[in-house]
């Protein structure tokens, strides 16, 4: 599908002064003009309330944070945090909880990392404005050892910036809001991330820092969940961003698994849905996809029939696999106990498909939430195949916070756990779809803006 000129309509420019560059302004085109039965809508809307209820329930009362998973030694993620902040929202919308909790809830969140210890000790909660991936619920500090993750504390930045915009009243407690989201923002020492310009990876972002080894000597490299990522540091102030995001651009892998369906690939599905849980690429095109002629949209469109395809040719033969039953992502599995004859599976593993050539730990596993993340992409497939596996298997897949994290037929296995990282992008790309909530609120924000610019996206003919 090539971009329709129509998209023109939403663009305009700004002047920034004499003498001075006009900078595109990009927006939000709202919600996906797709029409829904009545029974669409109540299963929608029972997904989202049962997916809401896993960040109402599993946030710490004071510090705000949100857990990684169920289980009571779950320790906070800070990527399940960051969709966090917008679901609160969410569900004030839908009028699950009022405006006033969900912003009471989001003002502890940036409170709490506003009086964060940030240093090189190895048991706080960060350093140079990133936060440590995991946090233990009790202290708020590091857990495991775990690292210093750019890209988690990037999915924080992107929550904290919606909440900016979104809670944008007059009274004390979303004015504070406001206050805390700027100073998390400018704290954040994007240069402190970015590798130098020799080496393997270099210029290019940093996956990590700890204590122990200082910062990791690999990048962020080919399309993956990174794409915000650059964005939000190129907003930021980060040196040398656009030298820094054409290396990342090098290694770009394009890829035609099926006739009509080339695309940039990366096998796992949230890589194409992450980003775009919070930004609006409608018509938006870097370099690299103004030459190919597709918006990253149409990107993640592709990448979903693709999954979708694969499932049909089913080339090794997995229980359950076809048109209506696909959305192969990162997710938990079946552990090596369920091993038999020479099926082997593989526990929480970065599963994904971008055709039968190119595939990762395909197991069998299918998680149903790597089709719903995808629904303003392709509702046409999405929401047959959705109804087809509410029918089959509803109350195997259904528990306390909606669907189950993943299910595999091979194996006789359904989890019995639910993660914040997949439970938040289905909810806020099912409300993107129906509303264009998260992308409306984002997208105004000066720092994505000049990301954007910075990075030289525009809107094509």
Not at 72 to 99: D, L, N, Q, V, Y
Not at 124 to 129: D, H, I, P, R
Not at 395 to 420: C, I, P, Q, S
Not at 431 to 457: A, H, S
């Amino acid at each position: 599908m090539k971009i329709s000129k129509t998209i023109l309509c939403v663009v305009f420019t700004i002047a920034l002064g004499a003498g001075q560059a006009q900078k595109t302004v990009f927006k939000s085109h709202g919600k996906v003009n797709y029409p829904l039965s009545s029974g669409d809508e109540k299963m929608l809307d029972s997904i989202q309330h049962k997916t809401f209820l896993f960040f109402l329930n599993e946030y710490h009362p004071e510090k705000g944070i949100v857990k990684d998973r169920t289980t009571s030694s779950s320790p906070c993620s800070i990527a399940s945090t960051g969709f966090g902040i917008p679901s609160f929202a969410i569900g004030a919308e839908r009028k699950w909880i009022t405006r006033e909790q969900a912003a009471e809830i989001t003002l502890k969140i940036l409170t709490f990392f506003k009086n964060s210890i940030q240093s090189t000790d190895t048991n706080v909660t960060g350093y140079k404005g990133f936060y440590y991936h995991f946090l233990t619920m009790d202290s708020g500090t590091r857990k495991w050892n775990c690292e210093l993750s750019s890209v988690d504390t990037g999915l924080l930045m992107m929550g904290i910036i919606f909440a900016r915009n979104y809670y944008n009243l007059d009274d004390e407690v979303e004015k504070q809001i406001r206050t805390l989201a700027a100073i998390l923002l400018n704290r954040v020492d994007w240069n402190f991330m970015l590798l130098p310009a020799s080496g393997k990876d270099a210029n290019k972002i940093s996956m990590a820092w700890s204590p122990e080894k200082g910062l990791e000597d690999f990048g962020w490299s080919g399309y993956n969940e990174a794409l915000f990522l650059y964005i939000l540091a190129a907003g930021s102030g980060m040196n040398n961003a656009e030298q820094s995001y054409k290396a990342w651009l090098k290694t770009y892998k394009w890829y035609t698994p099926y006739k009509g369906l080339s695309h940039v690939a990366f096998p796992p599905l949230f890589g194409h849905q992450f980003s775009q849980a919070f930004i609006d690429f409608r018509g938006v095109v870097d370099s690299y996809m103004k030459e190919k002629g597709i918006d990253y949209f149409e990107n993640s469109r592709r990448a979903t029939y693709v999954q979708r395809q694969y499932a049909i040719d089913n080339p090794k033969g997995w229980i359950g696999y076809d048109s209506l039953c696909w959305g192969v992502t990162a997710s938990d599995g079946p552990p090596a106990k369920y091993n038999f004859g020479d099926k082997k599976f593989f526990d929480y593993a970065g599963r994904g498909t971008s055709g039968k050539e190119y595939n990762y730990f395909d197991d069998g596993t299918i998680a149903p939430y790597a089709s719903l993340s995808s629904l303003p992409f392709a509702p046409e497939i999405v929401l047959p195949a959705i109804r087809s596996m509410n029918k089959k298997y509803g109350k195997k897949l259904w528990g306390k916070y909606g669907y189950y994290d993943a299910f595999n037929l091979t194996a006789k296995w359904v989890d019995n756990d639910f993660l914040g990282i997949d439970e938040g992008p289905m909810l806020i790309m099912i409300e993107n779809f129906r509303t264009g909530l998260v992308w409306n609120y984002v997208m105004k924000d000066p720092v994505i803006q000049n990301g954007l610019n910075k990075l030289g996206f525009e809107y094509v003919n």
